[in-house]
């Protein structure tokens, strides 16, 4: 395996966190999406990996439409606020073009009603879907 990496898209984006939102650079490339603090000397630079990547929604914050959440296969999510809707749509673009990430859709919503009705689901798991869909993120907590 090449340890070599080919580099997609750069953006400036805040990394939205229930206690602190820092801004940084996001860089994609095909194996990783790196996000790089400006205002941190310790440890600036966090990575994630492409091929951990499993869901994908859009979302607003503080009513702007320039946020988008991922979330990896070991749980945890990423939310993003970009400077526009429109390198949003560059990132997301990207991403859903260069990994197997999915966005979270109706279809989505349909199947997780039946798995919850014919009991395959739990309460508790239903609950956090449909809080998920509705645009409630542990990341931010004004929603």
Same mark, same amino acid.
């Given at each position: 395996?090449?340890?070599?990496?080919?580099?997609?898209?750069?953006? !400036?984006?805040? &990394?939205?966190?229930? !206690?602190?939102?820092?801004?940084?650079?996001?860089?994609?490339?095909? &194996?990783?999406?790196?996000?790089?603090?400006?205002?941190?000397?310790?440890?600036?630079?966090?990575?994630?990996?492409?091929?951990?990547?499993?869901?994908?929604?859009?979302?607003?914050?503080?009513?702007?439409?320039?946020?988008?959440?991922?979330?990896?296969?070991?749980? &945890?999510?990423?939310?993003?606020?970009?400077?526009?809707?429109?390198?949003?749509?560059?990132?997301?673009?990207?991403?859903?073009?260069?990994?197997?990430? &999915?966005?979270?859709?109706?279809?989505?919503?349909?199947?997780?009603?039946?798995?919850?009705?014919?009991?395959?689901?739990?309460?508790?798991?239903?609950?956090?879907?449909?809080?998920?869909?509705?645009?409630?993120?542990?990341?931010?907590?004004?929603?």
């Amino acid at each position: 395996e090449s340890l070599e990496e080919v580099a997609l898209g750069n953006f !400036l984006a805040t &990394k939205i966190t229930p !206690l602190l939102n820092q801004r940084g650079r996001v860089t994609i490339t095909d &194996k990783f999406i790196y996000f790089q603090y400006f205002y941190i000397p310790t440890d600036p630079l966090e990575s994630y990996s492409m091929g951990q990547l499993d869901k994908f929604i859009f979302r607003t914050y503080l009513m702007q439409d320039n946020s988008v959440e991922i979330f990896f296969k070991n749980s &945890k999510s990423l939310l993003l606020n970009f400077l526009n809707s429109y390198q949003r749509a560059e990132f997301a673009s990207i991403i859903l073009k260069n990994s197997s990430v &999915k966005q979270i859709s109706f279809e989505d919503l349909s199947l997780t009603t039946l798995k919850w009705q014919s009991k395959k689901i739990t309460n508790l798991e239903y609950l956090l879907f449909l809080n998920l869909f509705s645009g409630r993120s542990f990341n931010d907590l004004t929603q």
